[in-house]
T-cell receptor, first 114, second 115 residues
């Protein structure tokens, strides 16, 4: 079955510092990858998605992610974070193993400090 | 209203109560989902409806009963719940459930507390 591992449960970082949130997935022939963000007391909002083509994907709020097929990774990055980026971030994968189900990772809590 | 809406946003209920959660999507989608989000646990898919038909039930206890009267509305009927059922219940929708690419749009959730 498809699986997603978010390697860090919490990432504290100072404002204006760069950040990387790590995501690895189990291999599948075809795979679609997503990052969602969840602000306090809200639902999940799509940040960015990889479907095909360029491996570097740009999303909203200055985030980007790189699809690395050989390492089965899809890490999320931002060069300079703001206090308002404090939220929970979820990596998700949709692959053709098991009938194209979307599997979510456990989430990474990004905490931006002043 | 736009996107996916959920009511109520907060619900406190006793173990003997019966209540319902409502979800409505205004996106013209054909698939709708219920997820349970508990603290420090991955998002758990509960039910999937595709064109009003239930296509997935992930071994959810019978005290949770979904209903999908049309492609725009999804309900989750609750009865005889347990304290461990306290969680954020998220509704989502997508164009359809079985395709290769399927972006899901989420509602804000209902925070349920079972006393």
């Amino acid at each position: 079955a498809q699986s997603v591992t978010q390697l860090d449960s919490q990432v504290p970082v100072f404002e204006e510092a760069p950040v990387e949130l790590r995501c690895n997935y189990s291999s599948s022939v075809s795979v679609y990858l997503f990052w969602y963000v969840q602000y306090p007391n809200q639902g999940l909002q799509l940040l960015l998605k990889y479907l095909s083509g360029s491996t570097l994907v740009k999303g909203i709020n200055g985030f980007e992610a790189e699809f690395n097929k050989s390492q089965t990774s899809f890490h999320l990055r931002k060069p300079s974070v703001h206090i308002s980026d404090t939220a929970e971030y979820f990596c998700a994968v949709r692959g053709n193993t098991g009938g194209f189900k979307t599997i979510f990772g456990a989430g990474t809590r990004l905490f931006v400090k002043a | 209203e736009t996107g996916v809406t959920q009511t109520p946003r907060h619900l406190v209920m006793g173990m003997t109560n019966k209540k319902s959660l409502k979800c409505e999507q205004h996106l013209g989608h054909n698939a709708m989902y219920w997820y349970k989000q508990s603290a420090k646990k991955p998002l758990e898919l509960m039910f999937v409806y595709n064109f009003k038909e239930q296509t997935e039930n992930n071994s959810v206890p019978s005290r949770f009963s979904p209903e999908c009267p049309n492609s725009s509305h999804l309900f989750l009927h609750l009865h005889t719940l347990q304290p461990e059922d306290s969680a954020l219940y998220l509704c989502a929708s997508s164009q359809e459930a079985g395709g290769s690419y399927n972006e899901q749009f989420f509602g804000p959730g209902t925070r349920l507390t079972v006393l």
